[in-house]
């Protein structure tokens, strides 16, 4: 059994902080990595924080691949702002190197660490307070997918195969119910069904993929709202976070899961049903403003196809919490028994809002592409 307490010891010993350490404490709300901020004390100056992360071993099988991707990304983000006349430091991740000056510390369990600088005076938000804030994280999300176009797509290491392979992910979920280790099938028929009927909806994006209509770009792949820092002043968008996924990949699907995420009022686990709606509100402020930064980078196709971007992340989404729930919970971190299955639960009522007001989001589309 791994303990992560001893791990954790050995992580500190292993980075130079450059004052002494007086704590370090689980942070944040990530259902990956292990998370912690560490706060250190500098002489006569002001605590100076850290974020010292161990990358999920269920999750990530190469570490080594997996960092050179974040090393590589974030040197190219810095360069990038830089020429625009950003702020690299607070704008673009930074990889901290252990004093053995490898790109990440490998504790005595093999468990995977890595340090970045906490990046100060921002928000992470759970939930979209408001349009406003929600169209800030879509600018961010858009200017991410800019900023990345030119990227060479091809020194990157795929960090999960088939991340987003939605037939893959439900050729899983059918491998999951045949088992069923756990004997959970039973208690989650409606859910099983609400997937299986939705068999040929998981093939459209990778359809129009092989068709040559959608085009593969570097792409973040997890852009939930949690994973865009916010200036606690202004609510503008900062800083791009979790970049473990940072692969060629849909820029439908960049899209698709801010919307998944964040255009409704609920936690992704809210166990009362009706109040998960998706808003259209919400959804018309993300779109406006992901296009306005990333509009010109996308094809006609690209922005056409948008709402199945939202739809296939949260159909995704929600096969992969089933999955997991079926098969015991071993790759999303869980806080009661359920959670996974209450949290495909929310996936499945905003599916069908979605499908309930499909015209109404393309409508959405296309006021905004090129407005
Ligand atoms: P996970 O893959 O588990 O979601 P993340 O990399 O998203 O891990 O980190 C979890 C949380 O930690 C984030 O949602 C955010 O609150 C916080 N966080 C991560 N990196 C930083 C950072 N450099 N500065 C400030 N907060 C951070
Ligand atoms: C995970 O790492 P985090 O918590 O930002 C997951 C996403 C899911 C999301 C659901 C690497 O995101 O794919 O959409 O949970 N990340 C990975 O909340 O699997
Ligand atoms: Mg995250």
């Not at 071993?57 to 810095?78: C, S």
Request: hydrophobic share 40%; charged share 25%.
């Amino acid at each position: 059994m791994a303990d992560i307490d001893t791990a954790l010891h050995e992580a500190l010993d292993a980075f130079e902080f450059g004052a002494p350490v007086v704590g370090a404490i689980r942070y944040g709300q990530g259902h990956i990595n292990d998370t912690f901020v560490v706060h250190t004390q500098p002489e006569n100056l002001c605590c100076r924080r850290f974020i010292l992360q161990r990358m999920s071993p269920a999750a990530f099988k190469r570490p080594d691949q997996l960092m050179a991707n974040i090393i590589g990304v974030t040197d190219y983000l810095g360069r990038e702002i830089e020429k625009n006349g950003g702020d690299r430091g607070r704008e673009a991740l930074e990889v901290l190197r252990p004093k053995n000056g490898q790109p990440y510390f490998t504790d005595s369990q093999g468990g995977a660490w890595r340090l970045y600088p906490f990046v100060e005076h921002t928000i992470c938000y759970q939930s979209a307070e408001t349009p406003e804030l929600f169209a800030s994280s879509g600018r961010a999300f858009g200017r991410f997918q800019k900023l990345l176009r030119d990227y060479p797509a091809d020194t990157l290491y795929e960090t999960i195969p088939h991340f987003h392979d939605t037939e893959d992910r439900l050729a899983k979920l059918k491998a999951a119910i045949e088992a069923d280790p756990l004997g959970r099938a039973a208690g989650c028929q409606p859910e099983i069904q609400f997937m299986l009927d939705r068999e040929a909806d998981c093939s459209v994006a990778l359809s129009a993929l092989r068709a040559g209509t959608l085009p593969l770009r570097v792409t973040h792949n997890d852009t939930k709202l949690n994973n865009v820092l916010m200036d606690d002043k202004t609510g503008e968008g900062v800083c791009i976070i979790d970049l473990d996924t940072v692969m060629p990949g849909l820029s439908i699907n960049d899209f698709g899961d801010s919307i998944r995420f964040g255009a409704n009022h609920c936690a992704e686990d809210e166990t009362d049903l009706s109040k998960v709606n998706l808003d259209l509100d919400l959804f018309a402020a993300y779109t406006e403003a992901f296009l306005s930064e990333a509009g010109d980078a996308l094809t006609d196709s690209e922005v056409e196809y948008l709402p199945w971007g939202a739809k296939l992340m949260t159909l995704e989404c929600g096969i992969r919490f089933l999955t997991d729930y079926l098969v015991g919970d071993v790759y999303f971190h869980i806080a009661r028994e359920g959670h996974n299955l209450d949290r495909c639960r929310t996936q499945c009522k905003l599916v069908s809002d979605m499908e309930a007001h499909w015209s109404e989001l393309e409508g959405i589309v296309a006021k905004y592409y090129r407005d």
